[in-house]
């Protein structure tokens, strides 16, 4: 079969490598795809928000399998697209989606379906929600209602951080549209877990727990990106924490969804953090994250499109899921300046890798034959070991072999889990 993946970064490459390992895929497209992929898959440069070209492209291709990484074509309707032209697609519909899309709209469905969550309170009105801020006190957390590829959230440690946030969102429109509308939330301590689980509307079942490391810098610094590397499985969440936040989280949100009449397909990912008092939800996804993609993919030993086709024709009840024994762990390197400016067209160069090693391409292109940056994340190098020790490790010993100019990347990724 021919299999098309709709994005461009090191989640989509992850996909791209994990699809190119199945017996049921001819061919693999991606569109636009980077420097990377095309050495595994077919690149199209069609734009990810051009839904008739996309779908032009894959009746005339005979594609018969389109995953969607990104968030953005998922909370425009790409699902509802597809399957009106009668193509096979996996990702949540447009109605399903907005539990991204929508910061307040996702917490008012928490409140309703007593979904473990923050404390909070959603404005359209700058001067309502300073108001909030001056009752609640800080810490809080300030965010902005829409999408923000991942760096709409503000971590205020006093009152005047968040007035200063709730400016910058809503009246500097730093996020544009997705500021609209803040939400403001109480501030939860503990430590961050990322649980993806798959779901046809019916049957939940979760992937392995990874662990994101949102900031810049070492130990939690500087402001937040769209991720500077995870690793799975995060030993904090262990079985009997699954088994809770499967019951508790998981299978309440897609039963709650079906009631909504928002019947949720795809990847639904949980963005926890597991406090003195359990785990509540931070924030839903609902795609496939994107640094966690690739070590949780990297140990996924079941074929990718037999597990994307039973959750499209509803049969995930039928799947069992199968995993690397090991851990996996992914080190994202970013350009110089990220998340703030920076600059692009910087030469790559990439040594050998070992087996236990891959190099996932984010932000790079070829140009006139040179692999280059194009992006802010560039690349997500991951390896495997038979413990988390050894898989960072292999992580950063690979590291070592790649270069270009002001490459940067931080240090302790998985630090937290071996203390």
């Known amino acids: 079969m021919n299999v098309l993946v709709v994005g ?6 992850a996909l791209v490598w994990k699809l190119s390992k199945s017996p049921m895929v001819d061919k693999i497209y991606c569109a636009p795809g980077n420097g990377g992929i095309a050495n595994e898959a077919v690149c199209v440069s069609i734009d990810i928000l051009d839904f008739a070209g996309l779908i032009d492209f894959a009746k005339r291709n005979n594609v018969e399998l389109t995953i969607v990484g990104p ?3 998922l909370t425009q309707g790409i699902v509802d ?24 709209f996702a917490k008012d469905f928490m409140k309703k379906y007593n979904i473990p969550t923050a404390e909070y309170s959603a404005f359209a009105n700058s001067h309502e929600a300073k108001e909030y ?62 649980l993806l689980a798959l779901t046809d509307g019916n049957t939940v079942v979760p992937m392995l727990p990874a662990q994101d490391h949102k900031r810049i810098y ?15 499985p995060a030993p ?33 990912y949980a963005g926890l953090m597991i406090t003195n008092k359990g785990p509540k939800v931070l924030e839903f996804n609902v795609r496939f994250g ?3 993609t690739q070590p949780i993919l990297f140990l996924l030993e079941s074929d990718l499109v037999q597990v994307c086709n039973s959750v499209i024709n509803e049969t995930l009840s039928q799947i069992d899921l199968k995993w690397h024994q090991g851990h996996a762990v992914c080190v994202v390197i970013a350009s110089g300046g990220y998340p703030n400016d920076y600059e692009k067209g910087k030469p790559i160069i990439i040594g050998e890798m070992p087996d236990s090693t891959k190099v996932f391409h984010a932000g790079t292109m070829v140009n006139n034959g040179q692999l280059v940056t194009s992006g802010g994340r560039v690349l997500g190098v991951t390896s495997r070991g038979e413990t988390l020790d050894q898989a960072i490790k292999n992580a950063y010993k690979s590291i070592e072999k790649i270069y270009f100019p ?14």
């Open 290 to 292: 994107d640094p966690e």
């Open 406 to 419: 002001d490459m940067h990347f931080r240090r302790d990724i998985g630090a937290k889990a071996l203390g």
């Open 81 to 104: 697209a597809f399957e009106k032209e009668g193509l096979a697609i996996f990702g949540p519909s447009k109605m399903a989606a907005e539990l991204e899309g929508s910061k307040a």
């Open 236 to 268: 904090i969440c262990d079985a009997s924490m699954l088994k809770w936040v499967q019951e508790n989280i998981l299978q309440p949100t897609v039963a709650g969804m079906k009631r909504e009449g928002r019947p949720f397909k795809g990847v639904l």
């Open 218 to 232: 070492d130990n939690d610094q500087g402001p937040n990106t769209g991720g500077m590397g995870a690793y799975a």
């Open 71 to 73: 968030e953005v074509p």
């Open 133 to 194: 801020v001056r009752k609640l006190g800080a810490p809080c957390v300030v965010k902005a209602d829409g999408l923000a590829a991942g760096k709409g959230v503000i971590v205020a440690i006093t009152e005047e951080e968040a007035i200063q946030a709730i400016d910058e969102i809503m009246e500097d429109k730093r996020f544009g549209d997705a500021g609209r509308q803040v939400v403001i939330e109480e501030f939860l301590q503990g430590e961050e877990v990322s």
């Open 8 to 13: 461009g970064g090191g989640r989509e490459h």
